[in-house]
T-cell receptor, first 109, second 117 residues
Framework: DAKTTQPPSMDCAEGRAANLPCNHSTISGNEYVYWYRQIHSQGPQYIIHGLKNNETNEMASLIITEDRKSSTLILPHATLRDTAVYYCIVKGNTDKLIFGTGTRLQVFP | GAVVSQHPSRVICKSGTSVKIECRSLDFQATTMFWYRQFPKQSLMLMATSNEGSKATYEQGVEKDKFLINHASLTLSTLTVTSAHPEDSSFYIC?????????????FGPGTRLTVL
C-alpha cells in the first residue's frame, strides 16, 4: 500500500471550514484515497473516497490534485462534534485498510 | 445503511478465561470482515482478515491459536480471545466490506473494550 503523510494535529474554529491535507506521492494508478475518522472510544467512521475526480457527499468534500500525489478533505462548516482523528488511507480496490497515525482535529468554540 | 454492530461493547474477565466478540453486518452481506486492535493513544492495527466459509488470514505477529476467528455466515464473524491475559486488554474493532457497486468500502463496528484482570 502507498504510504500517506498527514500533519499530526490541526485546530479549527467552529463554523469555519476544516481543510485536512494528505500527501500520497507514491500512489498507484488503481489506488483510491479513502478518508475515515475516529471519535474517541468509537469505531472509525467512513467519510468519503475517490480515485481522481473530486467528490462530495453530505459529510465532506474530497479534492484530489491532478497528479494524484496529494488530497484535501474539506469539512465545510466544522462543529464541535467533528473533533476526531482523521485518517487518510490509500488502497487498491480489494486491498486491506492499513491505518497510519492520522491527523487529530480539534474544533474549538 | 451499512451498519455494523459488535457485541459486547465492554467486557471484563479474569486472566485465563476466553472471551468471544461478535461482529454483525446488519443491512448488507459481507463476504469479508476484518479484525483490528487498538491500544491507548495508538492507531488501529489490523489483526486478521476473515472470509466467509474459509480460514482467516492473520497478519504477521498475530497468534492464530490465541485469536480464533470464525466467519460462519455472510453477516457474522466472531473473534475469540483464548486464555486471555492482562496484556490482551485492548479495544477490538471489526469492519465489514460492502462490495456492492464499483468500489468496496469497509464499515466499522463500534468496538469492544476488553479488560483482563
Amino acid at each position: 500500500d502507498a504510504k500517506t503523510t498527514q500533519p499530526p494535529s490541526m485546530d479549527c474554529a467552529e463554523g469555519r471550514a476544516a481543510n485536512l491535507p494528505c500527501n500520497h506521492s507514491t500512489i498507484s494508478g488503481n489506488e483510491y484515497v479513502y478518508w475515515y475518522r475516529q471519535i474517541h472510544s468509537q469505531g472509525p467512521q467512513y467519510i468519503i473516497h475517490g480515485l481522481k475526480n473530486n467528490e462530495t457527499n453530505e459529510m465532506a468534500s474530497l479534492i484530489i490534485t491532478e497528479d494524484r500525489k496529494s488530497s484535501t478533505l474539506i469539512l465545510p462548516h466544522a462543529t464541535l462534534r467533528d473533533t476526531a482523528v482523521y485518517y487518510c488511507i490509500v488502497k487498491g480496490n480489494t486491498d486491506k485498510l492499513i491505518f497510519g497515525t492520522g491527523t487529530r482535529l480539534q474544533v474549538f468554540p | 445503511g451499512a451498519v455494523v454492530s459488535q457485541h459486547p461493547s465492554r467486557v471484563i474477565c479474569k486472566s485465563g478465561t476466553s472471551v468471544k466478540i461478535e461482529c454483525r453486518s446488519l443491512d448488507f452481506q459481507a463476504t469479508t470482515m476484518f479484525w483490528y486492535r487498538q491500544f491507548p493513544k495508538q492507531s488501529l492495527m489490523l489483526m486478521a482478515t476473515s472470509n466467509e466459509g474459509s480460514k482467516a488470514t492473520y497478519e504477521q505477529g498475530v497468534e492464530k491459536d490465541k485469536f480464533l476467528i470464525n466467519h460462519a455466515s455472510l453477516t457474522l464473524s466472531t473473534l475469540t480471545v483464548t486464555s486471555a491475559h492482562p496484556e490482551d486488554s485492548s479495544f477490538y474493532i471489526c469492519s465489514a466490506r460492502d462490495g456492492q457497486g464499483s468500489t468496496d468500502t469497509q464499515y466499522f463496528g463500534p468496538g469492544t473494550r476488553l479488560t483482563v484482570l
